[in-house]
């Protein structure tokens, strides 16, 4: 069992870039949560994955308020945000826009698709055909679409939340691994237990009105700036090395056909820094890790057949992994 020395930072008097952050953040997670109720883990990991750059697939039934996640985050931080209806028939074009000739011109002008945003929900993702997911590709891995031979980079931040019904399969497309791969993290938020979903319809008559009104609690150029100041988080090496460690395991299981790549390792490290400031603090400790593997890594390995047949779930070989690793404890 590997120690470290414990990072917590003696009490002082000067507020560093972190610490407003973290401020900022539980108030960002608050305003969140009075349009989605008694999900605050998620919410926290959400707003921990786009915080760290990153995108987020929702993998859930329809009505458990995925896309009111998606929209109600985007406007608590402050961010544009823009929607796209994932169909058989949805065109490239149609995410990325199109040249349109200006008649003043003459000439061919590019006409920005819904893509060029700060956070976009690609709704039902699994839903549009191969030529648009690489358009969408495209976006999520280089930060640009290219339309007609000329590359068009998007803004920062760029996040991409999509969701996906896991129940129906007809008129789907399965997501291809390298695109899964690109997801920082795959999360479903469930039902609300009998309390939360009792307050969900307490809160809609009181309010006399279908939506809950999400307030922006920050700027985007203060949203930037807390992006900023996750790389001021503290990583202690043998935390790097147990992350390390998780991936390495996941390719050595026998249930695994193919483990997570290097990907891997680095979405789980780069996510636990943006999760301990969305929690409130300026280091990772080992629990951090360990509950983001699952999130992070589940989607990122290929079970063999023979744990595909048996109906073995790639988040059940996630946490045997998780409780076979050891992991380093505080000095």
Known sequence: MTTIDDPRPAPGPTETRADSAVSLADRI???????????????????AAVLAGGHV????????????????????????????????DLLPSDITGTLVLDLGTRTPTFRPGPVFTDVLLADEVNRAPAKSQAALLEAMQEGQVTVDGTAHPLGRPFAVI?????????????????????FLVRVALG??????????????????????????????????????????????????????ALVRATRDEPDIAIG???????????????WALVRGR????????????????????????????????????????????PAPTWS
């Open 282 to 325: 300026d280091y990772v400790g080992p629990d951090d890790i360990r509950a983001l593997a699952v999130p992070t890594l589940s989607h990122r390995i290929t079970l063999d057949d023979d744990a595909w047949v048996r109906g073995t779930l790639a988040d059940d070989v996630v946490r045997r992994v998780i409780d076979r690793v």
């Open 57 to 88: 697939l929702l993998e859930d039934v329809p009505g458990v308020a995925k896309t009111l996640l998606a929209r109600s985050m985007a406007t608590a931080c402050g961010l544009g945000f823009s929607r796209i209806q994932f169909t058989p």
């Open 162 to 182: 999509a969701t996906q019904n896991p129940i129906e399969a007809e008129g789907t497309y399965p997501l291809p691994e390298a695109q899964l791969d690109r």
């Open 29 to 47: 997670v608050a305003e969140v949560e009075r349009a989605v109720i008694g999900k605050r883990d998620v919410v926290d990991l959400v707003l």
């Open 191 to 244: 039902y609300p237990n009998e309390r939360d979903e009792l307050a969900i319809l307490g809160g809609r008559l009181a309010r006399r009105r279908p939506e809950v009104e999400v307030r922006s609690v920050v700027s985007r150029q203060t949203f930037v700036s807390m992006q900023a100041a996750v790389e001021d988080v503290h990583v202690d090496d043998s935390l790097v090395a147990y992350a390390l």
């Open 260 to 274: 997570a790549s290097p990907r891997g390792s680095l979405a789980l490290v780069t996510l636990a820094r943006a």
